[in-house]
């Protein structure tokens, strides 16, 4: 593939997506369009993660969720819950947890909401209180399902997402761009990226590809999740020519 693949999502998902890309042979670039800013602490955050032991079930669904949340965890927990079931939403998360010293499970494929509902471990929650630690605004997804289920669901909203501003490389040496969300599509549009609406666009989920579509963007590859795995998977896609 002539080009190169440049990777808009946000650290460190961008570096982890790139060293991902070039293993597998292809030119990458981390290039992020958005940044996350951890959440001044509050007295009600603090309280929630002194509740911690409370909860049956602990879901982060970021790299960053795992990162920021363990941090305050650790400094009030010098050990942590022992009857917790931590669950991470992809392979990212996961690898987090366990340089932190936390066995999580994960969705072996489907890195989003939808992969973390399939997980057995959430599949009776009835009565159980669960805790999601994520950014904020994220998706309601995750939650909402939960409760549908018959469980009590908090939020922990951890980090803000805000863009950053970039100078985008010509469209013409660019092979495909990675976005991980909608909030990443959207900082890339403000950075210019319509420029590069007839390059192909990798997203990690209809969502996602719907709003690219919908802001003009004219070749769309749907990834299996957001990890580097399932972007590696795309542009393999795209390189055969199978995709379309």
């Known amino acids: ?65 795992a990162e920021i949340g363990m941090a305050w965890i650790d400094r009030y927990w010098p050990q942590y819950p022992v009857d917790v079931v931590w669950v991470a939403v992809g392979e990212g998360t996961r690898r987090v947890l366990d340089r932190m010293g936390v066995r999580a499970v994960a969705p072996v494929t489907d890195e989003r909401s939808e992969g973390l509902l399939a997980l057995p471990e959430l599949a009776d929650v009835r009565h159980a209180k669960v805790l999601i630690m994520r950014g904020r605004g994220g998706r309601e997804l995750l939650a909402e399902s939960l409760r549908a289920r018959g469980a009590q669901v908090d939020l922990l909203e951890l980090y803000e997402r805000r863009t950053v501003t970039v100078e985008l490389p010509a469209a013409e040496t660019v092979t495909a761009a990675v976005v991980s969300s909608v909030a990443v599509l959207d900082a890339f549009a403000a950075n210019g990226g319509m420029s590069w609406s007839r390059r192909p666009l990798i997203v990690p989920s209809p969502r996602v590809a719907a709003a690219a579509r919908t802001a003009g963007f004219s070749e769309v590859v749907e990834a299996a999740g957001a990890g580097p795995a399932a972007t590696v998977c795309a542009v393999r896609t795209l390189e055969s020519g199978e995709y379309g």
Do not use: C, N, W
């Open 1 to 65: 593939m002539a080009g190169v693949v440049m990777v808009l999502r946000p650290q460190p998902g961008a570096d982890e997506t790139v060293a991902a890309l070039v293993a597998a042979g292809f030119a990458a670039q981390a290039l992020p369009v958005l940044e996350r800013r951890a959440l001044a602490e509050t007295a009600a955050m603090r309280a929630r993660i002194q509740a911690l032991a409370e909860y049956r079930i602990v879901v982060f669904v970021s790299p960053a969720a």
